[in-house]
């Protein structure tokens, strides 16, 4: 009885892998807009170790969206800021100039802080640099969201600073 049942699961499994498997793009079609969301932190690094990794949201963190055409051209840019518990969702239309736009062609990226205590941008989750979305987190009927992050700041006594390489001279003394 056993091997029956692993056999069918087996073989499930290898019909959905040549039918392409779960298609999770399912419904992508009837999408109108993009999600984009996640979570921004402050790491205070004069915290103990548990504390720095939570982080604390911050209330009002400027958060956006760029994506690019085919031709690597932006076509759309837009932001959102961050409510009590850090959470932002921006929302991209899903046709810019009647032309789609595709998330993989999206950037997000973290903009600013308003709290001064806790105002350097990090790239702890890629929010200085920028996160490209690869696998959407929901796709259902008509919705389709990547979530991102969390992204984080640090405060400015945490900030290392960026120093060029020292280069020594031999002295011939």
Known sequence: MEKGWVM??????????MSGGVDARHGYEDVKVVHFD????CQDCSKGWNEWMQGQPIKGAK??????DSRRRAVCHTSDTTDD????DVV??????????????CTVRLVSSPDPTCNVMT????GKCGVRPHHPSVVHRGMLKYTLGPFYFTSP?????????????????
């Open 38 to 41: 996640g979570k921004v932190l």
């Open 92 to 105: 991209v239309s899903k046709f810019v100039y009647g032309k789609a736009v595709q998330p993989k062609d």
């Open 8 to 17: 069918a699961v087996i073989a499930a499994a290898a019909a959905l892998s």
């Open 157 to 173: 006594s945490c900030d290392e600073p960026e120093t060029p390489p020292r280069h020594y001279e031999d002295d011939d003394d």
């Open 63 to 68: 958060v956006a969206v760029t994506c690019l």
């Open 123 to 126: 790239d702890f989750g890629g």
């Open 85 to 88: 518990k850090g959470a932002f």
